[in-house]
């Protein structure tokens, strides 16, 4: 295992520390870095809070600033923030209008953050983030994955509470983005989790997996690799296909490194993915293309269309200020 | 070779293709792909000119914009660009107050910045950028190379040509900005070309390249990996000696993935970095962590420090807006 670490038992520590250090003028850190929340808390506004596993920087805490999460809970690599730690997050933004969880779909994640909403004094709703089309029913999730949709959710919600949104509005609103949200991913590598030392799982020198989750587990299938246009249709057509009649008008278009590939096939690939998705008749009105919802050192990448309407294209363009993602100010 | 691409014929052109689509908000290509400029020009302002070799994405096309670049000229992966390009750059981005190049210093890189200089009708000014302590002469390059600190001598002296500067202004600055910027890096793996079809160098399971070139080329030894803090204590220590008595007051750190290294390393490199320019009695003042001066797939990082002066720190500061930077607009 090649890492730039000091050890197995500081890694998660270690690099917070240097997030937060790195983004003093906007991030504070919770005690005993339970959490990472906004600096400025705005009273009166929905908190919206998130987390889950670390290992997929930047999500969750790099989405942390004004017009986007008020606090993310880093869990241990690939596992579950504790209630705990979730509970100490809304006690620390809570200004008395709620909390909104978004959580993505996997077994502890919803199970933790079902216990720290029966805990919490104040009131609290949940957005449930499903995104991932490739597979029903996988390792660590019943149903379908959370995943990178779940960047595209926290923005539009998070420019809709910073405009003063409530609870029940934001809660709707959250639904309707991960509605509207399809995405699936392929891996040319492993990744490692630091603790292990070891890769996650064995893939050919000339293999892919099609479909492959944020934390390794396996997808539709492992093939040869393909041409980065083959691999973009084949995801695309899954997206579209299961978007059905959803699928029209605009669209953004995220293409998502998965933490060790490099701009220029990011790149590359959204010029095959754009091609797709507007040869099957959709718009692309918004992009963003980079590794924001990564699984560690894994290569590859996923796709992600969000079908727009005016409402949601203008809270996409509304100001964001968080360490990954900035804008507007 | 693991890549997603279509054929290696065509990497460099599909991925133009995919970023000019993607930030066609701001760019425009130019013809036959000879270079990424600018949208919108200001007249009276000096263009800033600046191209390389590709496979350091986002350097150079992913700083053109309002506040850094006018232009890039993207040559083939770790290879030059030709003046025919840079002059066809020119003349699409020079309103009439002249153009400054800024060079990274290798042999093709000056030679044809300089015949581009040449041919050009209007006034060019160069700016040579050798930040790199841990050789002279290397595989390309006679003096020192020039490496991630290009990005700051490009923010800072594209800020001041916003401002409206004249061309001999905008030299002094960017020489100036050179001259208190110091970087190196290290790799844990080599990268691949694509055209090449294998790793550009071999090294063992265990084992570092201290002081590794952007594309791979040799640095000062090759030792076993060592721990974060180690790590970050030798280039910290070379760049702060190499920097002398300039190395007091206000610094910007900026640790830099090459391309394959995850985010959650890069913090921990960030942690590990300003705790020794802090103890060497640095201010940490700004900061900078991504992966934004890349060789294609290598797995390490590099760390640059530039002193820093009240000028300097307002021009790091003042709005910027590029595919891979963008603050205050």
Tied chains: 1, 2.
């Excluded at 809570?94 to 996997?106: C, E, M, P, Q, S």
């Excluded at 995104?131 to 539009?156: F, Q």
């Excluded at 030392?197 to 396996?218: N, T």
Aim: hydrophobic share 45%.
């Amino acid at each position: 295992m090649k890492k730039l670490i000091n050890s197995v038992d500081t890694v998660l520590a270690d690099s917070l520390n240097g997030f937060c250090r790195a983004h003093g003028d906007i991030l504070v850190a919770g005690e005993e870095l339970k959490f990472v929340r906004r600096k400025d808390l705005k009273a009166g506004k929905v908190a919206l809070v998130s987390g889950g596993g670390s290992g997929h920087e930047p999500l969750h805490g790099g989405l942390v600033g004004h017009g986007m999460l008020d606090a993310a809970c880093p869990g241990q690599v690939f596992t579950s923030p504790t209630p705990d730690q979730m509970l100490a997050a809304v006690e620390a933004v809570d200004t008395g209008a709620g909390v909104l969880f978004i959580v993505k779909n996997y077994e502890g994640d919803v199970m933790n953050f079902e216990m720290a909403a029966e805990m919490a004094s104040g009131e609290v709703a949940r957005v449930l983030t499903n995104d991932d089309v490739a597979v029903e029913d996988s390792l660590y999730t019943t149903g379908r994955r959370g995943v990178a949709g779940t960047l595209v959710v926290e923005k539009i919600v998070g420019a809709a509470a910073e405009e003063g949104r409530d609870l029940a509005a934001l809660k709707a609103l959250g639904d309707k983005v991960n509605a509207r949200t399809r995405s699936m991913g392929v891996a040319l590598t492993s990744c490692t989790v630091p603790a292990a030392g070891k890769p996650m799982f064995e893939i050919g020198e000339d293999e892919m997996e099609m479909g492959v989750g944020i934390h390794g587990e396996p997808g539709r299938r492992r093939v040869k690799l393909a041409s980065a246009d083959d691999i973009a249709a084949e995801m695309i057509g899954a997206i579209l296909k299961d978007l059905g009649e959803t699928a029209r008008g605009e669209a953004l278009l995220f293409v998502n490194g998965f933490g060790a590939t490099p701009a220029m096939e990011l790149y590359l690939m959204y010029d095959a993915a754009a091609k797709k998705a507007e040869a099957a008749g959709l718009s692309i009105a918004r992009s963003l293309v980079g590794s924001y919802v990564t699984s560690l050192d894994m290569a590859g990448c996923s796709l992600t269309v969000t079908v727009l309407d005016d409402e949601m294209k203008a809270l996409w363009d509304a100001p964001v200020h968080t360490a990954a993602l900035r804008w507007g100010m």
